[in-house]
């Protein structure tokens, strides 16, 4: 069993940064696959940013490239999103993601068995 609890969320103004961690207990976490997903109210739950389990490989939505890094510290079992210049429809919960077991595992939900409880982000314009 995985245990991931984000931190990291708050309210921005439009164009801020802020950078959301996700702390990884339990099974080893350079074995798991891992991403970000956020949720908006009335919207599906989508895919943002995904990493490999040594971190070399990355993905990430259309609506976030050039904008949104992710990374991981395996050593700490931690996994960050840095955000940069924010808009207001990057308003939604983040939620981090673990798949144990496999290498990389994009961006659909279907590949994840563990979930955090979520941090919120609010952008204002």
């Known amino acids: 069993q995985v245990e991931l609890v984000e931190s990291g969320g708050g309210p921005v103004q439009a164009g801020g940064s802020l950078r959301l961690s996700c702390t990884v207990s339990?099974?080893?976490?350079?074995?798991?696959?891992m991403a970000w997903f956020r949720q908006a109210p009335g919207k599906e739950r989508e895919g943002v940013a995904a990493?490999?389990?040594?971190?070399?490989?990355?993905a990430y939505a259309d609506s976030v490239k050039g904008r949104f890094t992710i990374a991981r510290d395996n050593a700490n079992s931690i996994m960050y999103l840095q955000m940069n210049s924010l808009k207001p429809e990057d308003t939604a919960m983040y939620y981090c993601?673990?798949?144990?077991?496999?290498?990389?595992?994009?961006?659909?939900?279907?590949?994840?068995?563990?979930w955090g409880q979520g941090t919120q982000v609010t952008v204002s314009s």
């Open positions: 339990g099974v080893t976490s350079p074995q798991n696959c």
């Open positions: 993601a673990a798949g144990p077991g496999r290498w990389f595992c994009g961006l659909r939900v279907a590949p994840y068995d563990d």
């Open positions: 990493i490999s389990t040594e971190g070399a490989s990355t």
